[in-house]
């Protein structure tokens, strides 16, 4: 199964904009990516599933414009613009290995700090 | 609107089981599968297993095969995650949540709140 990879740590000042990456393992560059908003004290949050065309299907509920995503070869990108305080959370990337086996890897996350 | 509502937090010694629930409201339950999602303290998620709230049917991950059972009630709208034999490595916060599956499976769109449970002697 695909292995995700993202650096451990970000930081952006406010009002600033910052992209987080997560990075597949080699030979699985055709994979979609969900990008999961994790803060502390609450379930995950949906943000969005992004391939390399770009956003697959829709937003999660209520998550703004400022958030945006990209795919490039291994990579898959989140964006976001405009940063505020309240976008200080982890950011978890993750990605069903499809329906012949049914497994769903995460990686290891990413904690946005806003300065 | 969508709610995936836990229950509370549990202890447990080591060799314990443990049942968490998850009830839902706001869409019809059997559309849906359950699948359930742990986070260690400082770690990341790790998936633990799905059920589809139709038929029943499981997949769980590897490392939990025997030792994880998931469980749906459509009467209540309830899905159910027992963990048997627990270890110390197993304190975690555990979240369900909700995904629709099709051929391929889409994002899991809305989550519980999270249940944690806190393995020690």
């Known amino acids: 199964q695909p292995v995700l990879t993202q650096p451990p740590s970000a930081s952006a000042s406010l009002g600033a904009s910052v992209t987080l990456t997560c990075t597949l393992s080699?030979?699985?560059?055709?994979?979609?990516v969900d990008w999961y908003q994790k803060r502390p004290g609450k379930g995950p949050r949906f943000v969005m599933r992004v391939g390399t065309g770009g956003i697959v299907g829709s937003k999660g509920d209520g998550i703004p414009d400022r958030f945006s995503v990209l795919g490039s070869g291994l990579n898959r990108y989140l964006t976001i613009k405009n940063i505020q305080e309240e976008d200080e959370s982890d950011y978890h990337c993750g990605a069903d290995h499809g329906s012949g086996s049914n497994l769903v890897v995460f990686g290891g996350g990413t904690k946005l700090t806003v300065l | 609107q969508v709610q995936l509502v836990q229950s509370g937090a549990e202890v447990r010694k080591p060799g314990a089981s443990v049942k968490v629930s998850c009830k839902a409201s706001g869409y019809t339950f059997t559309s849906y599968f359950i699948t359930w999602v742990r986070q260690a303290p400082g770690q990341g998620l790790e998936w633990m297993g799905w059920i589809s709230a139709y038929n029943g049917n499981t997949n769980y991950a590897q490392n939990l095969q025997g030792r994880v059972t998931m469980t749906t009630d459509t009467s209540t709208s309830t899905a159910y995650m027992e963990l048997r034999s627990l270890r110390s490595d197993d304190t975690a916060v555990y979240y369900c949540?909700?995904?629709?599956?099709?051929?391929?499976?889409?994002?899991?769109?809305?989550w519980g709140q999270g249940t944690l449970v806190t393995v020690s002697s």
């Open positions: 949540a909700r995904v629709y599956c099709g051929g391929d499976c889409y994002p899991f769109d809305y």
């Open positions: 080699s030979g699985y560059s055709n994979y979609k």
